[in-house]
């Protein structure tokens, strides 16, 4: 909607500017009818006398319109529709038969028997044996010794001591007396100097190189491959099966009943007297048949069917292609920098320096001495002297004896014995038993049901429709005189079709479509 409206009011604007291609003065426009040229040209102007004045010129414009029209249409609708279909429904009716078997059941049957066994009877021996024994005796001994006998003697020595006395003696001593006196003392200051040096270093500066390399595609192609599929098939066969079907029906028979009186509807006109009617009764008769019926089994068969299938496969294809590679190549290149040195410079400062100066000084102080003195002592000195003494002793010692002695010795004497045993004996025993098994059997039987199935039919109906039609107006507007664009007041530019048509010139859309030269 919005296309075909922009294409109307192109349309629209088309048509003011081919009803407005004049020079706006009443004489018709030419190619030589430019803004450059002069009023006098176009027809207006001083030869006309009228001027460059506003002209009203009555134009037709179309406006789209929106009016609502009933249109026919033609839809699909669907109707519920009731049908009825007859299916056959599979019923297992079940038959109990009575069966007998025979089987065999282990009986246990009690039993006594004489069982004989062996028990290990002990029995007691005595016997003799001789065996050796260390008998100990003691011996008298005599064994001679050293002792080493202490002996006291007293002596006499001389020794020397120091004995302590004191004396005052007069001592001369030395001491360091401190003098502070001014001196000049010259020192070396670092003073930092800067310098400026000039150094080459090398750069690896990058660039772009094209090169050629080889790689490896996988491209694709299609190919048909033939080959035999094994396909199952339920293939239908026909037989023909035994049922038993119920041919029961229902009759309809004339009985006899009582009847009491002529209010119940009899015939007897006395009423009095019992009589009886003839009444319609609709009596079940039962019946069964054996029939034959077409049975449909299906067997699975397989066989190989041919197939032929499309399959995409990749083969290499080596390519060349164009890469771009960035390399580095050396630059040298150049840079200034201050390099700071360390200059010496002698300085001179005044001090104060501490000198130590000798003196001599005199004082009294007490003074331990020794004398050496001769003193005489006696001590007493023990010696050891050796003696040889003798002493008799006990040995022990051992001689071998030989003895007897008796011992019971116990062994196992294997002997036969007899008990009874009871034993348990399973004899088979033959029983019967009576039980029932049940069979079903498949009966048919139709069915009908009744669906509703929806069936689409065409209907022709109408709709309204909302359609755009252009309508024809005519609506009065300045012209354009022909003075050209540069003003206002002489284009009447404030006037109703500037504004109407985007607030420009009617004349520019006239250049426009005309090679004039409106800006």
């Known amino acids: 909607m919005l296309r075909y409206l922009g294409m109307a009011a192109a349309a629209m604007l088309l048509t003011v500017g081919s009803a407005m291609a004049d020079c706006g003065c009443g004489a018709p426009a030419s190619s030589d009818c430019g803004c450059a040229k002069a009023a006098s040209d176009c027809g207006c102007g001083e030869a006309t006398g009228e001027g460059c004045g506003e ?48 089987y065999t059941v282990m009986v246990p049957q009690k039993g006594t028997k004489t069982v004989e066994y062996t028990v290990m009877k002990p029995v007691q021996e005595t016997k003799t044996c001789e065996y050796t024994v260390m008998v100990p005796y003691t011996e008298e001994k005599t064994v001679e010794y050293t002792v080493m006998v202490p002996t006291q003697e007293e002596k006499t020595s001389t020794y020397t001591v120091m004995v302590p006395y004191t004396e005052e003696v007069e001592q001369k001593y030395t001491v360091q007396v ?34 050629e390399q080889k790689y490896t595609v996988q491209v694709p192609y299609t190919e048909e491959v033939t080959g035999t599929r094994k396909v199952t098939k339920r293939v239908p066969v026909q037989s023909t099966r035994t049922v038993t079907v119920n041919t029961g029906h229902w009759e309809t028979q004339m009985v006899e009943v009582p009847c009491g009186g002529c209010s119940n509807g009899c015939e007897d006109p006395c009423g009095c007297a019992p009589a009886t009617r ?106 050891c002297v050796p003696e040889t003494r003798t002493k008799t002793v006990q040995v022990t010692k051992c001689k071998p004896e030989t003895r007897t002695r008796e011992y019971t010795v116990t062994k196992c004497v294997p002997e036969t014995m007899t008990k009874e045993v009871e034993t348990c004996t399973m004899v088979a025993e033959e029983r019967t038993r009576t039980y029932n098994v049940t069979t079903y059997d498949c009966v048919s039987e139709e069915k009908t049901e009744t669906y ?66 409106c800006n």
Request: charged share 30%.
């Open 55 to 102: 002209t009203m010129v009555t134009k037709t414009i179309y406006v789209p319109t929106y009016e609502t029209v009933m249109k026919t249409v033609t839809t699909t609708e669907c109707k519920p529709e009731e049908r009825t279909r007859t299916y056959t429904v599979k019923k297992s009716v079940p038959k109990t038969e009575e069966k007998t078997e025979t």
């Open 178 to 211: 401190p003098v502070y006196e001014d001196k000049e003392v010259t020192y070396t200051v670092m003073v930092p100097s800067y310098e400026e040096k000039t150094s080459t270093y090398t750069v690896m500066v990058p660039y772009t190189e094209e090169v």
């Open 278 to 383: 003839t009444v319609c009764k609709r009596c079940w008769v039962p019946g069964c048949e054996t029939r034959e019926v077409p049975c449909t089994t299906y067997e699975c068969v397989t066989e190989e069917v041919p197939y032929t299938c499309t399959v995409t496969k990749c083969k290499a294809e080596e390519r060349t292609r164009t890469c771009t590679v960035t390399k580095c190549k050396p630059e040298e290149r150049t840079r200034t920098y201050k390099v700071c040195k360390m200059v010496p410079e002698t300085r001179t400062k005044t001090v104060k320096v501490c000198r130590m100066t000798t003196e001599e000084r005199t004082r009294t102080c007490t003074v331990t001495k020794c004398k050496p003195e001769e003193r005489t002592r006696t001590y007493t000195v023990t010696k």
């Open 452 to 517: 509703t199935v929806m069936v689409p039919h065409q209907v022709t109906k109408e709709v309204e429709v909302k359609v755009c039609k252009m309508v024809a107006q005519e609506v009065t507007v300045p012209a354009d005189n022909g003075c050209g664009c540069d003003s206002a007041s002489s284009c009447g530019c404030e006037s109703y079709s500037c504004k109407r048509f985007g607030g420009g010139c009617l004349s520019r859309l006239r250049h426009r479509h005309h090679g004039g030269c």
